[in-house]
């Protein structure tokens, strides 16, 4: 456990549609990629690690995102429900900075990891800047 260690995050978008997220953990580095996926029956994010990939459903409810796991996959196949992790994650907008609150859950072990805190903008964001998010 890591507890009261310095965290930063930093993320761009490709020209593919793809956000490439940057957290670094004091010495530790994890690397994500996000993207959309949508068909007629579901949409979800699919956040990848490495060659885990998991299937996130989003639910926004005034200035919080939530994020839970529906699936996952390793190496490209898909992993039976009964062994996907389960991971949750809300994100919440303040005035100047956002917190957030995730947690991953393995079957039968249970708690493997859970980080939340803030993040503060290096720089000050104008008064005038927007930010927003379509889910299609």
Sequence with gaps: T???QPFSMT???EKDGKSIWTR???NMTMKSTKKAKT???ENLMIDTIGPVSIGMSITI???KINYTGKKAFIFGLKIPSFLT???TSTEECH???VTFDVSINMPIIGNIGRYHGALFPRHPIP???TASTTIT
């Design 61 to 63: 409810c005034g200035r």
């Design 85 to 87: 992790p389960k991971i």
């Design 11 to 13: 993320f761009h978008k």
């Design 39 to 41: 068909n007629k029956k």
């Design 24 to 26: 670094k953990f004091n």
């Design 95 to 97: 005035n100047d900075h």
């Design 2 to 4: 890591i507890n009261n």
């Design 127 to 129: 008064s005038n800047t």
